[in-house]
């Protein structure tokens, strides 16, 4: 048996940029098809996906820098983000 697994591939929704700093900046909302996001950051940065406006933390969970990496989500969520120093977030939906 093989270990190799299939390539996932998604159709590109909405895009946005979010500038992050010190304080954390939210995207807007997630469309309704929306089921999962592509995140990259420009610096390492900390991210959360929630309801309303969520707050990110430096606690929360880290994106590495210019490290792409896909989160599940649900319609209607928006993600947040803080950095230690200056960043851009680039938030791309997937479907």
Known sequence: MSN???????RQGAAQ?????TTSA???VFGTQTYQVLLVASAASQIRIGDGTPT???TDTLLPANFPMVFIC???QKVAGVTASTAT???TELS
């Open 56 to 58: 990110a933390v430096t």
């Open 17 to 21: 940029n979010v500038a992050l700093t």
């Open 74 to 76: 649900t319609p209607g």
């Open 89 to 91: 977030l680039s938030v």
């Open 4 to 10: 190799v697994r299939g390539i996932a591939a998604f």
């Open 26 to 28: 939210a995207s807007t």
